[in-house]
């Protein structure tokens, strides 16, 4: 219930194709995706201009040097043998970030990077996967319009080829697979998580009528309530609420397993894992609670990812809370430990620092910060699992 309001080197095999994104070692990653070899006609998309495009075909054997490879679709009849093909792309680029998109691009008319509510974004980066690069965002507000340049948009979830333009359908109206998301609100659809074995779309409800998680085929045609019933508690759920971030692991019916941040499960804004296995969807099982207190910040801003050495991490704001700090850890079975816990093994809570971890071996220290001349331990910022200090 509501209180307040890519860059790896990347091989892909695709049917009969394979694809093959060699990267320079700089962050600039260019890779190509949508490949087809049809005759000899060989088609492929940059998301972004890359300073050489090879393609390899007849097992290696041959090799057809393109030179500079340009942002979107490239079709060129190449005279190749029937068979899997090779695209090898390269980019030399200075170190740092640059913005690859731009509010004012249009693809056929549309302004395909506004969007008035845009509550999630993901990328498929698994390169055995059909939509390979594709672009998730969940817009969570129907029929609106954004500021210049205007665009008007409705809810669902949109989708984007890896160079900007629209993938499928979703270029005027977005796709919702049958959902019945909550309308009027800004909060459903929100956050997009694609599961790490299973390559389904998941999606994110923090709404009260709908909350919970739904989940799709990657072209977003068909979809369903991950949990037994819609909505959070005061709509009739029991194993769920209002559901901000997830972390999906495990295949539907085989070894399915899920970690939510839960906003309504008592005692509310916490930390819940579904040991689903081979149960049939909708979920009827309840979760196991990962961590004991109420974590003290905004749900609807939370997120949850699995990092290295398989921990989980929490981000979340809250504001500078004296004594009660919220750092947060897992250890290697999931279980979160708190620094004011009581007798929680591992954390060594100092004067002026925000709980170290003493004697977890693997685990490493945990969210220190200094604040000096204060006994109190204020963060700005919620920690979980953090290895070597690392943040969200």
């Not at 909550?182 to 599961?195: D, H, K």
């Amino acid at each position: 219930m509501k209180r307040t309001m890519i860059k790896p080197t990347f091989p892909l095999l695709v049917g009969a194709l394979l694809l093959w994104c060699a990267a320079p070692q700089t962050p600039a990653v260019p890779y190509a995706t949508c490949v087809t070899n049809q005759g000899g006609t060989v088609s492929f998309r940059l998301n972004e201009a890359a300073d050489n495009v090879k393609i390899i075909s007849s097992n290696g054997t041959v090799t057809n040097d393109l030179g500079a490879g340009v942002k979107g679709l490239t079709v060129i009849n190449l005279g190749l043998a029937a068979g899997d093909i090779r695209v090898m792309v390269t980019r030399s680029a200075a170190a740092g970030y640059t913005q690859s998109s731009d509010d004012a691009y249009q693809d056929n008319g549309v302004y395909v990077n506004k969007y008035e509510h845009p509550r999630g974004v993901v990328v498929d980066r698994n390169p055995a996967s059909p939509a390979f690069g594709r672009i998730y965002i969940a817009n969570a507000r129907g029929n609106a319009a954004t500021e210049n340049p205007v665009r008007n948009v409705y809810q669902g979830i949109y989708m984007l080829n890896a160079d900007n333009t629209v993938a499928l359908d979703t270029g005027e109206f977005p796709r919702t697979a049958g959902l019945m998301f909550t309308p009027g609100n800004t909060a459903s659809p929100t956050r997009l998580v694609i599961g790490k074995d299973d390559g389904q779309l998941y999606l994110c409800d923090w709404s009260d009528p709908s909350g919970g998680l739904w989940v799709t085929d990657p072209d977003v045609t068909t979809g369903m309530n991950v949990f037994d019933g819609i909505g959070d508690l005061i709509y009739g759920s029991y194993n769920h609420g209002s559901v901000p971030a997830a972390w999906i692991e495990g295949r539907a019916g085989v070894d399915l397993k899920i970690y939510t941040v839960d906003e309504d499960m008592a005692p509310g804004d916490n930390l819940w894992r579904y040991d689903i296995g081979n149960t049939a969807l909708p979920f009827a099982g309840m979760p196991t609670q990962l961590f004991g207190p109420q974590i003290q910040g905004f749900s609807g801003v939370m997120d949850l990812v699995r990092g290295g050495g398989g921990k989980l991490f929490l981000s979340f704001a809250t504001t500078f809370c004296g004594n009660g700090t919220q750092c947060l850890r897992a250890d290697g079975n999931g279980h979160f430990g708190h620094s004011l816990a009581a007798g929680y093994p591992g954390f060594d809570r100092r004067p002026g620092q925000c709980g170290s971890l003493a004697g977890n071996a693997g685990v490493g220290s945990l969210a220190r910060r200094k604040n000096p001349g204060a006994a109190a331990c204020g963060v700005a910022r919620g920690y979980a699992g953090a290895v070597d200090q690392r943040r969200l």
